[in-house]
């Protein structure tokens, strides 16, 4: 965690001297942030100006850096796992991706895009669900709303104090409880147990959470305004020249590709093993969605694989009332 702390104060250090940046919360809310926009891919942050160009990042290791600035409750964010999870099997060697978040609800204190309680957000969140193709359950906004997504957030940042690997499982494992599970993942409880699945120490974990955690989503929330994040996911790929290219949105997977050959255009594509036992071994958990990306096939047939898996006892099988997610045996 020495060399990551090092990274961390030296991008502050670059993008935050004279910013004059003011806290999010003493901004006015404009936009409602749970009201997010299919086509444009994108949940907006309240009150944040549009910026054309962004601060390099260097990279580290790898030709490419990536800077993913996300949040547990965006819900575009969920939409492009798919393609997310390609990215990594595919460029892998090439990229390097840092997870950053952004501070999607601080709370409720505003209404504007016809949103001003929990409740207003059930319907939509059913109908982007539809528009990505992955399944969202909005009710938990009508059974057990969350009053902010600054929690699962922190608890992020806990985790990835902990084992950056195991944090990427924890966000997997919070975003599954809260789109499809219906559990309101700003409660100490869920996350605890998500910390437990993943195997993190939750001593540790809840240590964290109360001090080290609380500065390092502080600083997430400050590099996104310095950087000109106005929504989420934003991606910022770099390359050792100090260029960069921006995706801002859910796009189509050939959008994340084309950043990475703009910079790095020896950038080689690996091939991976799409047999079903290889890519569950992989993530072991996938949609339909996810499903069809990472093997290439047809929609159509790629749930009807899984379903068939599944009769066959292979998989298990979740449904909620807008898509199903699986998971091997």
């Known amino acids: 965690m020495a060399n990551s702390a090092k990274t961390t104060a030296a991008l502050l250090?670059?993008?935050?001297?004279?910013?004059?940046?003011q806290s999010q919360n003493n901004k006015p809310m404009e936009n409602n942030p749970l009201l997010c926009n299919p086509e444009k891919g994108l949940c907006e942050i309240p009150g944040t100006p549009t910026q054309n160009s962004t601060t390099a990042v260097q990279a580290v290791e790898k030709p490419i850096?990536?800077?993913?600035?996300?949040?547990?409750?965006?819900?575009?964010?969920w939409g492009i796992e798919p393609q997310l999870r390609k990215l990594k099997l595919e460029y892998g060697q090439s990229i390097d991706i840092e997870y950053r978040m952004g501070g999607l609800l601080p709370d409720w204190s505003y209404n504007s895009g016809g949103i001003s309680k929990p409740s207003d957000v059930a319907h939509h969140w059913d109908?982007?669900?539809?528009?990505?193709?992955?399944?969202?359950?909005?009710?938990?906004?009508?059974?057990?709303?969350?009053?902010?997504?600054?929690?699962?957030?922190?608890?992020?940042?806990a985790a990835q104090l902990q084992d950056q690997q195991k944090a990427l499982l924890f966000l997997r494992e919070i975003r599954e409880m809260v789109f499809l599970q219906k559990k309101n993942i700003a409660k100490r409880d869920n996350l605890a147990l998500a910390a437990r699945k993943v195997g993190l120490d939750i001593t540790q974990f809840k240590t964290d959470f109360e001090g080290r955690a609380k500065l390092l989503f502080e600083e997430d929330l400050k590099l996104g305004r310095a950087m000109g994040v106005r929504g989420f996911p934003t991606m910022i790929f770099s390359n050792t020249d100090g260029k960069n290219a921006?995706?801002?949105?859910?796009?189509?997977?050939?959008?994340?590709?084309?950043a990475i050959k703009s910079l790095h255009p020896l950038a080689a594509k690996a091939t991976y093993d799409q047999n079903w036992q290889?890519?569950?071994?992989?993530?072991?958990?996938?949609?339909?969605?996810?499903?069809?990306e990472l093997t290439q096939t047809p929609r159509a047939n790629a749930e009807k694989t899984l379903n068939e898996l599944t009769a066959n006892g292979a998989l298990e099988k979740q449904t909620t009332k807008n898509g199903s997610i699986w998971k091997r045996r």
């Open 13 to 21: 250090l670059t993008l935050l001297s004279g910013s004059g940046c």
């Open 65 to 77: 850096k990536v800077v993913y600035f996300t949040d547990p409750i965006c819900s575009s964010c």
């Open 127 to 157: 109908e982007v669900s539809a528009y990505y193709d992955m399944p969202i359950d909005g009710d938990v906004w009508l059974e057990d709303p969350l009053d902010s997504s600054y929690p699962p957030s922190i608890a992020f940042k």
């Open 246 to 258: 921006t995706v801002y949105g859910s796009k189509p997977y050939g959008d994340y590709e084309q």
């Open 278 to 292: 290889a890519v569950f071994a992989k993530y072991t958990t996938l949609t339909a969605r996810e499903f069809a």
